[in-house]
């Protein structure tokens, strides 16, 4: 019975955010109180676990698909209208691949939040095992509140103290309308999760967070807040000791083990004991499989400098081909298409460039950056046939850096938070025509989340 009542507490969780604040618990009927639902540990653990599969549900491709859209990585979608009013950069409230992904995110955190609050409410759970809880549910809140601020609101930097509007802070699961915090003060309010997410997560936890994966995203989260500084010191620290290789594998998306330099990853499987299909990667295959008609293509320019030097087996440019449809060209991957693979969220690769890049925005020694860089272009070539001088300058690590994070990560949606980071700090930036900072350039929240605290962003694309 207790496993029943949990999934009807997990069953009211998967309603919208917005929604359920709208909704007050009643005294009778199928609404089922945290209180009531999570009685042991086991009842804590699934809800937690419920927060991951949630979470799996947007990283799947459909959160990292979005941001792509609006760089310049890709052409215009083919029989994909939401995904085309993506492109075009100018989504509605009423775009349903846009409001999904935004709901899926925060039903994450309501379920994080909720698992926060109960702690207390569970007899006999250990300390340590009430402190590792906390920590999961605090990096799965952070998680999802730093991508979903940096999809719906402008970056850091727009506003020399980040002041402008960016996302509502969820850190109960209260019944309130809030209001859209300060980009500054979402944040903060990340950091803080981050922080105690590192101090109590381990280092080994089977596919949930460890402390290393909480060091990815605060690496990353300081990198596009222009703290160089502090972006190379978590970087060199995640180097010097986390228990990660890099792969020689040039395609990361794989199975059924995940990539030997995956710090925090989706996890796909399949059950042999049932034989239940647990596939986590839809929104990659569904959108890119080369065998198919794929909807999501690659321009031109960027299929050109991703096979530059060739596309010889097991180089990067082995993953990209032209596809001649009735004599129509267009450029398509082979990268997703197995059937089953694991989707990686933070990785090595990252972590390396994140260094090379920030050494060299601060003035620090080179010598790291570029092998940094040289590792990486070795195993994407298979020689060092276009490795940079050891006597580059802090200019040209800072342009081989960029590159290369476009090009091993041309589907995640780096590319664009890059293109808004280098355009936020001063640099000259267009997109597809379009200044970094124009309207378009950020998402459109659900019409349901409008209220009096919460204004939209504004519309009419760029």
């Known amino acids: 019975m207790r496993h029943i009542t949990l999934c009807c507490l997990i069953g009211l969780l998967v309603?919208?955010?917005?929604?359920?604040?709208?909704?007050?618990?009643?005294?009778?009927?199928?609404?089922?109180?945290?209180?009531?639902?999570?009685?042991?540990?086991?009842?804590?653990?699934?809800?937690?676990?419920?927060?991951?599969?949630?979470?799996?549900?947007?990283?799947?491709?459909?959160?990292?698909?979005?941001?792509?859209?609006?760089?310049?990585?890709?052409?215009?979608?083919?029989?994909?209208?939401?995904?085309?009013?993506?492109?075009?950069?100018?989504?509605?409230?009423?775009?349903?691949?846009?409001?999904?992904?935004?709901?899926?995110?925060?039903?994450?955190?309501?379920?994080?939040?909720?698992?926060?609050?109960?702690l207390d409410n569970v007899e006999g759970l250990d300390q340590a095992t009430r402190t590792q809880f906390e920590a999961e549910a605090r990096f799965i809140r952070a998680l999802c509140h730093f991508d979903a601020l940096r999809s719906w609101a402008q970056p850091f930097g727009f506003t020399p103290d980040d002041s402008h509007a960016g996302i509502a802070i969820r850190n109960s699961s209260e019944i309130v309308n809030s209001p859209r915090s300060s980009v500054a003060e979402v944040a903060d309010f990340i950091l803080d999760d981050i922080a105690y997410a590192k101090a109590n997560l381990p280092d080994f936890n089977d596919v949930y967070a460890t402390k290393w994966a909480a060091f990815a995203l605060e690496a990353e989260l300081r990198f596009q807040q222009h703290e160089y500084e502090a972006a190379f010191a978590i970087a060199n620290e995640i180097l010097a000791q986390a228990p990660y290789t890099l792969d020689p594998?040039?395609?990361?998306?794989?199975?059924?083990?995940?990539?030997?330099?995956?710090?925090?990853?989706?996890?796909s499987a399949i059950r042999t004991a049932d034989n239940v299909v647990d596939n986590r990667n839809a929104g990659f295959r569904g959108n890119y499989f080369r065998d198919g008609n794929p909807s999501l293509r690659l321009t031109e320019e960027l299929f050109d400098q991703l096979t530059a030097l060739g596309t010889a087996e097991g180089t990067r440019g082995s993953m990209y081909e032209e596809l001649n449809q009735d004599g129509n060209i267009s450029y398509v991957t082979t990268k997703f298409n197995a059937e089953f693979f694991n989707i990686p969220v933070f990785t090595l690769t990252q972590i390396h460039l994140i260094r090379a890049e920030s050494a060299a925005e601060i003035g620090q020694d080179l010598t790291d950056a570029i092998a940094d860089i040289n590792t990486i272009r070795e195993r994407a070539y298979g020689s060092a046939i276009n490795n940079i001088s050891l006597s580059a300058t802090a200019q040209q690590v800072i342009n081989a850096a960029r590159l290369e994070r476009r090009l091993e990560f041309p589907f995640t949606g780096q590319r664009l938070y890059d293109l808004k980071r280098i355009g936020s700090q001063g640099e000259p930036v267009t997109v597809r025509g379009s200044q970094w900072d124009c309207p378009g350039m950020v998402l459109q929240f659900p019409s349901t989340e409008q209220t009096d605290l919460f204004p939209l962003n504004a519309s009419g694309g760029c």
């Open 249 to 267: 594998d040039i395609n990361r998306f794989q199975h059924p083990q995940a990539s030997s330099e995956a710090i925090f990853y989706i996890f």
């Open 15 to 118: 309603v919208g955010c917005e929604d359920l604040l709208e909704q007050k618990p009643l005294s009778t009927g199928a609404n089922v109180l945290p209180s009531d639902a999570i009685q042991n540990e086991q009842d804590l653990f699934e809800l937690l676990n419920s927060a991951y599969d949630v979470m799996a549900n947007s990283y799947n491709g459909n959160a990292q698909n979005l941001p792509n859209l609006l760089s310049d990585n890709l052409v215009r979608p083919v029989q994909q209208d939401n995904y085309t009013s993506v492109w075009l950069r100018n989504t509605s409230i009423f775009n349903g691949s846009v409001g999904d992904v935004f709901r899926q995110y925060y039903i994450a955190i309501l379920r994080a939040n909720t698992v926060i609050e109960n």
